[in-house]
C-alpha cells in the first residue's frame, strides 16, 4: 500500500497526533456500526430510534433489550488490527490524543490508554431518574433491572440522542484541538454532532486531516489526505510505512 510521503513525514514528525474514531473501526471487530443496515434479530430496529431517552420512557424493556443484545457482542469482541496498530502507534509518538465514539472499550483492550470517550461506555450502567452509576444490581426477572439506590430502571451509560456528552472528555477533545500537528478521522460517518465538529475546527486551523474509510463522508472532500478502505487493513500498512 502507497501513500503520499509528505504525510508519512508529517506523522514521523508530529509532537502531538489527534484521533478521533467511530463505530467503522470495531466493524472489522463483529460490531455493527450504526448507520449501515442491521442484521440479525434486531435488523427491523433503526438504532437511531432507539438510542434516546424518549424511546426508553416508551418502550423501556425494548431499549434495555437491544443494548443487552450489543454490550453481548461486545463482550465477545477483540480487538483488531485497526484497534492496534493505533495503540502501537502511540507508542512511537511523542503525543497521541484518542478520542472516540465508540462505547465498547475496544482500544483500551487494545493497550490505548487515557482513551477519551465520548459517549460513554457500554459495560457500563446509571440509573435514568438520577445518574447513579450502578456496577451490580439484583436480577429479579424484571426488565430493565432497577437502581438499589433509588429505584428508578438502569439504563447504559451511553449518551443517547439529544443528551449531552460528558464534560470533561468534550472539554479536552475541544481544548487540545489546536495543539494537533495532524488529525485523524477514522471509521466515522463524520455526521453526528459535537464529534463531527472536531476535524472541522482542525481543518479551521489549518491542521492536515487524514480520513480512512471505505467509503465517502461529508468530510472527504475537505481532507488533505482521504485514504480509502479498511482501517484494520491501512493503520497496520501506515505503521509498516513509518518505518521505512
Ligand atoms: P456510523 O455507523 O455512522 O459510521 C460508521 C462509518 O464507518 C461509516 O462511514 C462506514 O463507511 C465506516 N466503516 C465501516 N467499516 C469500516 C472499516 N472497516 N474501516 C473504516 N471505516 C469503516 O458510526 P459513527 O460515525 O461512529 O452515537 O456514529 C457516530 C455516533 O452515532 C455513534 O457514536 C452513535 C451513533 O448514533 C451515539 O450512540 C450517541
Known amino acids: 500500500m502507497d501513500f503520499p510521503q509528505q504525510l508519512i513525514e508529517t506523522i514521523q514528525t508530529a509532537q502531538h497526533i489527534a484521533i478521533l474514531t467511530g463505530a467503522g473501526i470495531s466493524a472489522e471487530s463483529g460490531v455493527p456500526t450504526f448507520r449501515e443496515a442491521q442484521t440479525g434479530l434486531w435488523a427491523q430496529y433503526d438504532p437511531q430510534e432507539l438510542a434516546t431517552r424518549y424511546?426508553?420512557?416508551?418502550?423501556?424493556?425494548?431499549?434495555?433489550?437491544?443494548?443487552?443484545?450489543?454490550?453481548?457482542?461486545?463482550?465477545?469482541?477483540?480487538?483488531?488490527?485497526?484497534?492496534?496498530?493505533?495503540?502501537?502507534?502511540?507508542?512511537?509518538?511523542?503525543?497521541?490524543?484518542?478520542?472516540?465514539?465508540?462505547?465498547?472499550?475496544?482500544?483500551?483492550?487494545a493497550g490505548s490508554?487515557?482513551?477519551i470517550e465520548l459517549h460513554g461506555n457500554i459495560a457500563r450502567s446509571k440509573c435514568f431518574d438520577r445518574d447513579h452509576s450502578?456496577?451490580?444490581?439484583?436480577?429479579?426477572?424484571?426488565?430493565?433491572?432497577?437502581?438499589?439506590?433509588?429505584?428508578?430502571?438502569?439504563?447504559?451509560?451511553?449518551?443517547?440522542?439529544?443528551?449531552?456528552l460528558p464534560a470533561e472528555a468534550l472539554h479536552t477533545a475541544v481544548t487540545t484541538a489546536k495543539s494537533y500537528d495532524i488529525?485523524?478521522?477514522?471509521?466515522t460517518s463524520a455526521v453526528v454532532e459535537p464529534a463531527a465538529?472536531?476535524?472541522?475546527?482542525?481543518?479551521?486551523?489549518?491542521?492536515?486531516?487524514?480520513e480512512i474509510n471505505p467509503q465517502t463522508t461529508p468530510l472527504t472532500s475537505y481532507c488533505d489526505y482521504a485514504l480509502s478502505g479498511l482501517a484494520g487493513e491501512i493503520l497496520p500498512a501506515l505503521l509498516d510505512a513509518l518505518e521505512v
Open 197 to 210: 465538529s472536531l476535524p472541522i475546527t482542525a481543518l479551521k486551523n489549518k491542521i492536515p486531516v487524514v
Open 55 to 109: 424511546a426508553f420512557q416508551q418502550n423501556p424493556r425494548l431499549v434495555w433489550e437491544w443494548y443487552a443484545w450489543r454490550r453481548e457482542l461486545v463482550s465477545q469482541a477483540k480487538p483488531n488490527p485497526g484497534h492496534l496498530a493505533l495503540a502501537e502507534l502511540a507508542r512511537r509518538v511523542p503525543r497521541l490524543t484518542l478520542i472516540t465514539q465508540n462505547v465498547d472499550g475496544l482500544h483500551q483492550q
Open 134 to 164: 450502578v456496577v451490580t444490581w439484583e436480577e429479579t426477572g424484571k426488565v430493565p433491572p432497577r437502581c438499589p439506590e433509588c429505584g428508578s430502571y438502569l439504563r447504559p451509560d451511553v449518551v443517547w440522542f439529544g443528551e449531552s
Open 183 to 187: 488529525f485523524f478521522t477514522i471509521g
Open 113 to 115: 490508554r487515557d482513551v
